[in-house]
């Protein structure tokens, strides 16, 4: 039970990071298309398309295999999370762009005719906003960010809830027990995540 | 004849009707005039069974509306209603709104609930739009299609809760004719409305509720010229 | 890149990993969508309070990574000596990891259909089976067909986890022709496109079906 403890402390941590840089890229992202500069706006929108495209699964094997044909070989651990953070950012840059337009134009207009400059008024007037829309789908991502992590155990990954279940299972062979404990620990993740999201959200947005 | 005896009807702790008792005559029109949250809307959806009572009892041609043994489906197709939203099936065309309830209610074949529907949809001037979607539709013309359709059941009595409150001004005087058609048509009609110069062009009585209780009752020239009730006279020296 | 050692048996191979896949998701989505109707339904019925025991438990399945629910779904059969065959095994769990998020969609998309609405048609003389028939089935179709469409793609994904029970779908196959011909990214990207072209067609479907029904509104 302490060892899979750990573990889930582990999926959190991968879960956190991965949340994290997908989110990094996809403000990047978001900035990219709405740079319309054309090679950059491409870029972007494949990788989206790739990443919403295709099974998680298949972009962490992508990570793990694929780059093997460049000489990068990648540990089980930075596999799973390169492959999490790709799916994240694509992901969470469609949610931003979702809510780019649920904020009008005029917004931005009413920023530059107050002086401001466009990344300004993108900065303190259209960023607020759009956090505000992209917060649940984010909570959302989070969550699938922590489901994703079970997909470490198919590429050999063994120190997070899933692989250190998998590792038990494999010596005793108690496999409905021991997966059966990961789900709830699994389940219980998820519910802090979404209800401290919950709780956040009506702390944060109040207007 | 809708006879309302002694009807009582709560929301939680609110109470909108405090013991109405009120009779319709075949061929009436009665308009119910007050102002909002006096009850005048809930009596009507009350009379059209889709809202329960708590006490008293309504009968329409003497069949107990709130009775369990009640068919109230096929009570419903005595009783019209239109309401304030116009409520169009959005994916049904102008035809196929008017032509559901027949057809599928009173099991008449396709070409005979069509012959019905052209009918009434003639009749509230509506026949060159019978295969538009309601989104093409305006307001006005939305809310003719709704009157279309609960005529089309061929009801004998016919409930209307602020058809025009949601309309556009210009909009209001084409559903007001259609309702005075009808009026003129002789057919049973229970009124809920805000137009008051309509009110007392059109109606046999005109009642006045305040606050869950029925104030006054009497013929439109007794209510509008000289009201008996200080509330009523109170609600007509502010809404004119 | 073009110097490849792999063969048309091979990518054979991978398309039937492909039909594999393909069969799964069919399965699932559609005993998945017709559990989740009913239960979307039931849900909306009960309301809230009554239905809570409910959404609890399809809850789990939508907060458990569907890995653990294949494993512990594999092991329960065995325990329970359902003698399944991990293709069995699959399909059931996919089903009702389908089943779970469609009923969301389903309730969420007959709330949608406006109160009004509804008591318009009961108002007309039209019962409760009428109403839901003739006028929310088709209003609340059309705004879950995005939802749909979106989770039809989600299970076509996900159901590259069946893997993990052994199964021989189009990942599986993949990685099985990688080990083989150690061309990792090439035979990836292949299998990516498949994906892709699998995808495709479902998304455009969406689209025109969007595009069809959206001027009646």
Redesign the interface.
Known sequence: MPQLLEGALVTLEIAVLSMVIGLFIAVLFTLFRLSGIRVLNAFAVSWIEIARNTPALFQIYMAHFGLGSFGIHLSPYAALLAGIAFNNAGYLSENFRGALKAIPDTQTRAGRSLGMTWLQSFRLIVMPQMLRVAFLPMTNQMVWAILMTSLGVTVGMNTDLAGITQALNARSFRTFEFFAIAAVIYYIIAKIVTLGARLIASRMFRY | MIEIENVRKSFGPLEVLKGIDLTVKKGEVLTVIGGSGSGKSTLL?CI?G?EPIDSGRILVDGTHVHAKSTDI??L??KI??V?Q?F?????LTVLENVT??PR???KMSRAEAEEIAIKQLNHVGLGEKRDV?P?RLSGGQQQRM?IA??LA?SPDYMLFDEVTSALDPQLVGEVLDTLKMLADDGMTMILVTHEMSFARDVSDRVAFFHQGVMAEIGPPKQIFEDPQNEETRKFLSNVR | MFDTALTTSDLLFMAKGAGMTLAVTGIAVAAGTLLGIVLGVVRVQLGPVWSAPLTFLLDIFRSVPLLIQLVLGNAFQAIAQFGWEPFTTSCVILSLYTAAYCTEIVRGAIDAV?A??R?????????WS?DMG??VA??AA?IAMPSWIGLTLGVLKDSSLILWLGMIELLRASQIVITRLQEPLFILMICGLIYFLLSFPIARLGGYLEKR?S???
């Open positions: 959806t059209n889709l489906n096929k419903r197709c019209g209603i309401f939203q409520n169009a099936f959005p994916h559901l309830a599928k209610v009173k979607y989104s709704a359709r609960a059941m | 406006p009004t609405t008591r318009a048609a009961r108002s007309l003389g039209l019962n009428q003739y006028i088709p209003l059309r029904w001027p009646n509104d």
